[in-house]
């Protein structure tokens, strides 16, 4: 079933610029779905759009529809910016805070969460102290606590050490198949061998849809960052079924 569709969406910048440009696509539940494309392509805003993050938008038109059967949830390319409190457990609980739950619901679900990602020592942590990594983290645990279907992860490993990509990316693998999960990434080689499938966007348009392997040469054409053996193996034109994801 799936948790979010859209059908004909479009954006215009005051000028009339297209910046998405009549695109139709759609997410399942327990999907991971890797959008890759350069720079300036509108990964993000495509992220932001499916998330309902564009809604009176000063200077964007948004056109055609977006309809969500389940919640969608957004990790923005800063998450600095969705950390509102000082300690890492109130700011967690912020959100939840908001809606009206219960403290005693409140409590399981932070604790039943940061246990499942591993970040249970984080949670009596100033949110000054965390490293880039742990930020991530915390504010993935943040969007995670109100259980939405489906998460926009917005370049989540960028400006990361070694050290802090492997602690998001085995959060990431721990929500695989349960929770829907919508990557954006200008660099393909961390989720090639994890993505169910890959949407390639250039200029604003879904230049190519398809499981990550059967898309390869279409993220090489437009500049999106491989691993170095599968550039390698692509140059040398091996055949795309002996293609390495990784290395």
Avoid at 63 to 76: E, I, M, N, P
Avoid at 124 to 139: K, M, N, Q, Y
Wanted: charged share 25%; aromatic share 2%.
């Amino acid at each position: 079933m799936s948790v979010v569709t859209a059908q004909d969406l479009r954006v215009e910048d005051r000028e009339g610029a297209r910046l998405l440009d009549d695109l139709s696509l759609s997410i399942d539940a327990g999907e991971t779905v890797l959008l890759a494309g350069p720079s300036g392509s509108g990964k993000s805003l495509l992220g932001m759009t499916l998330g309902g993050l564009l809604k009176n938008r000063s200077g964007l038109t948004v056109s055609g529809t977006v309809d969500r059967s389940g919640s969608v949830g957004v990790l923005l390319q800063n998450p600095s910016t969705q950390l509102v409190r000082a300690g890492v457990r109130s700011d967690v609980a912020f959100g939840l805070e908001n809606r009206g739950i219960p403290p005693a619901t409140i409590h399981e679900r932070i604790e039943s969460w940061a246990e499942r990602l591993d970040a249970t020592h984080l949670l009596d942590r100033s949110i000054d102290a965390l490293s880039r990594g742990e930020t991530t983290l915390v504010a993935l645990l943040g969007t995670l606590v109100t259980e939405p279907d489906l998460i926009v992860l917005d370049e989540p490993l960028t400006a990361l050490d070694a050290t802090n990509r492997d602690l998001v990316l085995g959060a990431i693998e721990e929500l695989q198949g349960d929770t829907g999960l919508l990557v954006t990434e200008h660099d393909a080689g961390p989720f090639l061998q994890r993505a169910d499938r890959a949407l390639v966007l250039e200029s604003g348009r879904i230049a190519a849809s398809g499981e990550p392997r059967a898309v390869l040469e279409s993220l090489r054409e437009a500049g999106v960052t491989l691993p170095f053996g599968t550039e390698v193996a692509l140059e040398r034109g091996i055949p795309v079924d002996r293609v390495p994801l990784s290395g």
